[in-house]
């Protein structure tokens, strides 16, 4: 079981509709992630927070919105998405940059899929 | 952003040890070399890292050679869990924006036969 917390597991959505992922983690880690990853390829990072405010934006395309209401949460809202955009997305969390190399502890992901 | 160098794919018998090996001859001074796997239908795990030094952890063992180009995971006795893909990701120093980031590589595609 992991301490990242994602939901739902598995969306299916029109390219039309609007949705949101939703990333909880209670270790108290003040660095939170998204990552997109496409069938057999490797993890590719959109977006990262510290304390709260974004601190990485991978030029992701701005169908996605990130949200971070709180230390404890992580949102991806979704909007007019495109086939393409169908792929596992995943959250991570980590001490903050100044606690050092603290590894990122990932959630298991919600498996997106666009009609 | 460095790069690293792993073989797609390596096979093993369970009880024995495993090496997987990295290339990374554009490391900078100050990259940390960490390791990270990925079981079926899991987000990513971390498994170890180091910077000059050899590692042990529960997990694994990190060994990196002298001039930093390479480094070698070695899990001692594996199992049929550790089947995976092993990711060897370098990191930025800390307290830079390089060490936020994970650049994951193609990894290795490692298969253990029972």
């Known amino acids: 079981d992991t301490e990242v917390t994602q939901t739902p597991k598995h969306l299916v959505m029109g390219m039309t509709n609007k949705k949101s992922l939703k990333c909880e983690q209670h270790?108290?880690?003040?660095?939170m992630y998204w990552y997109k990853q496409k069938a057999k390829k490797p993890p590719e990072l959109m977006f990262v927070?510290?304390?709260?405010?974004?601190?990485i934006n991978e030029s992701v395309p701005s169908r996605f919105s990130p949200e971070c209401p709180n230390s404890s949460l992580l949102n991806l809202h979704l909007h007019a998405l495109q086939p393409e955009d169908s792929a596992l997305y995943l959250c991570a969390s980590s001490q903050d940059k100044g606690a050092g190399l603290q590894p990122q502890h990932f959630g298991d992901g919600t498996r997106l899929s666009i009609l | 952003d460095a790069k690293t160098t792993q073989p797609n794919s390596m096979e093993s018998n369970e009880e024995e040890p495993v090496h997987l090996p990295c290339n990374h001859s554009t490391i900078s001074g100050t990259d940390y070399i960490h390791w990270y796997r990925q079981l079926p239908s899991q987000g990513p795990e971390y498994v170890i890292h180091?910077?000059?030094s050899n590692v042990n952890n529960r997990m694994a063992s990190l060994a990196i050679a002298e001039d930093r180009k390479s480094s070698t995971l070695i899990l001692h006795r594996a199992t049929l869990r550790d089947a995976a893909v092993y990711y060897c990701?370098?990191?930025?120093?800390?307290?830079?924006?390089?060490?936020?980031?994970?650049?994951f590589g193609q990894g290795t595609r490692l298969t253990i036969n029972p």
């Open positions: 270790m108290g880690h003040r660095a």
């Open positions: 990701i370098l990191r930025g120093a800390p307290n830079t924006q390089g060490a936020q980031k994970l650049v």
């Open positions: 927070y510290s304390y709260e405010k974004l601190s």
């Open positions: 180091g910077l000059t």
